[in-house]
């Protein structure tokens, strides 16, 4: 059985930075593609990062040149370092695996940025 935790949210100022963990059990990590995706109150689950198992990333827009994944095969474990962060970067922050024909989420963690 697949499962991802996330930790490292919280609450933060304009400008600081927080990251992101989050452990797999119990899957093919290093075979996976790992991703954060992120949900804000009345808004649509959207993509903030991907990883592949060779280390290739792919950024939102939004997101670019602030956020950067990163992971350790060795630990089962995928990051999400995030810099200068704005109020809208304020969501839920949902770790993602994708292996093959599965996809697999975490919980989520918040992440609450104040102005």
């Known amino acids: 059985q697949v499962q991802l935790v996330e930790s490292g949210g919280g609450l933060v100022q304009a400008g600081g930075s927080l990251r992101l963990s989050c452990t797999a059990s119990?899957?093919?990590?290093?075979?996976?593609?790992m991703g954060w995706y992120r949900q804000a109150p009345g808004k649509q689950r959207e993509l903030v990062a991907t990883?592949?198992?060779?280390?290739?990333?792919n950024y939102a827009d939004s997101v670019k040149g602030r956020f950067t994944i990163s992971r350790d095969n060795a630990k089962n474990t995928v990051y999400l370092q995030m810099n200068r962060l704005t109020p809208e970067d304020t969501a839920v922050y949902y770790c993602?695996?994708?292996?093959?024909?599965?996809?697999?989420w975490g919980q989520g963690t918040q992440v609450t940025v104040s102005s």
């Open positions: 119990g899957s093919a990590f290093s075979i996976s593609v």
């Open positions: 990883i592949t198992s060779g280390g290739n990333t």
């Open positions: 993602n695996e994708k292996v093959l024909w599965d996809d697999y």
